[in-house]
Nanobody, 126 residues
């Protein structure tokens, strides 16, 4: 069974940090670009960051540039999203997704991805 599982969400104060993990089971992430997306209540899903299958290309939404860092450890079949300087507007359910792509390709469009996790809640509040 192909599965992506996110973890690491929670409640954090503004200015704090969290690290989200996206672990794959049932398949290897070696040939997949990974994207992180988020959806806040009443808002459309937003592409946050993505990383190409070898890690050589990354992209970030303007709203998180300089604060979030995406990385991957293919040996652990896991992708991470380090989130620093969190703001209340970062509050959302965060999802990871995997899409089989060519090297050095990743996208912040959800329709480029084939497999999705169930999401993890991130709440930034004092």
């Amino acid at each position: 069974q192909l599965q992506l599982v996110e973890s690491g969400g929670g409640l954090v104060q503004p200015g704090g940090s969290l690290r989200l993990s996206c672990a794959a089971s049932g398949f290897t992430l070696d040939y997949y670009a990974i994207g992180w997306f988020r959806q806040a209540p009443g808002k459309e899903r937003e592409g946050v960051s993505c990383i190409s299958r070898g890690g050589g290309r990354t992209k970030y939404a303007d709203s998180v540039k300089g604060r979030f860092t995406i990385s991957r450890d293919n040996a652990k079949n896991t992708v991470y999203l380090q989130m620093n300087s969190l703001k209340p507007e970062d509050t959302a359910v965060y999802y990871c997704a995997a899409g089989r792509t060519a090297p050095l390709i990743c996208a912040l469009r959800g329709n480029e991805y084939d497999y999705w996790g169930q999401g993890t809640q991130v709440t930034v509040s004092s």
